[in-house]
């Protein structure tokens, strides 16, 4: 294969010169490791509590490198107070992944992308936000979505909604017959074909 492996035996010489310049590749690329390295341990960030009595400062690894209190800090009870010193502490640690982040892209530029991008995807899982909302979700459908199923599932048939007046119909048609809205007439000797002499009868009778 021409400029390949077997190509170089021919030609001590180019072999050697190929080789030379792949060692000094790999050296520059561990040089820039190293630097990369040495920048991201220098690393420290700082947080302070909302009242200014806790300043947290961190290196890249998440440890706790100071730990500053103000005068106020004396009035504070114990448990609001460790309570205060963890929740700044998380805040400065949040902050880690972004550092290191520029400071791998300013060292290595492009250089193995993928590998960096684990990397900095695992320590936002090690040092998450602590101020964001973890159950927000931007693509969530809005409430009135929803508001069928809180309602009773209102059907979305507009022949199932319109069901009544046509069941109502029926009657309204039988009007002109005698039946109406109170439902279907007597039969013939049930009450509703009885004549004068039938009351007679009725009023006549003891029982």
């Known amino acids: 294969m021409p400029g390949g492996l077997g190509a170089l035996s021919g030609d001590p010489d180019e072999a050697m010169a190929r080789v030379d310049s792949?060692?000094?590749?790999?050296?520059?690329?561990?040089?820039r490791y190293q630097v990369a390295q040495q920048e991201t341990e220098r690393i420290r960030l700082t947080a302070a509590s909302p009242d200014g009595a806790v300043r947290v400062t961190v290196g890249a690894d998440?440890?706790?490198?100071?730990?500053?209190?103000?005068?106020r800090a004396r009035s504070i009870p114990l448990p609001e107070l460790s309570a205060q010193i963890l929740a700044t502490m998380r805040r400065a640690q949040a902050d880690i992944a972004t550092r290191v982040g520029e400071v791998m892209a300013e060292q290595l530029g492009e250089e193995d992308l993928q590998t960096?991008?684990?990397m900095l995807g695992s320590l936002r899982s090690r040092f998450p936000d602590p101020d964001a909302d973890p159950d927000a979700d931007p693509d969530a459908d809005p409430p009135e979505q929803n508001q069928q199923g809180e309602?009773?599932?209102?059907?979305?048939?507009?022949?199932?909604?319109?069901a009544p007046d046509?069941?109502?119909?029926?009657?309204?048609?039988?009007?002109?017959?005698?039946?109406?809205?109170?439902?279907?007439?007597?039969?013939?000797g049930a009450g509703g074909g009885r004549g004068a002499g039938d009351i007679d009868e009725e009023d006549n009778n003891p029982w």
């Not at 792949?22 to 040089?31: D, I, L, P, S, V």
């Not at 998440?62 to 005068?71: R, S």
């Not at 309602?151 to 319109?162: H, K, R, S, Y």
């Open 22 to 31: 792949w060692a000094r590749g790999f050296a520059e690329k561990a040089q």
């Open 62 to 71: 998440g440890a706790v490198t100071d730990l500053e209190f103000a005068n």
């Open 116 to 118: 960096r991008a684990v």
């Open 151 to 162: 309602q009773g599932q209102a059907p979305n048939n507009p022949d199932a909604a319109a």
């Open 166 to 188: 046509a069941a109502a119909a029926p009657d309204a048609a039988a009007a002109p017959g005698g039946q109406g809205e109170s439902g279907p007439s007597s039969p013939p």
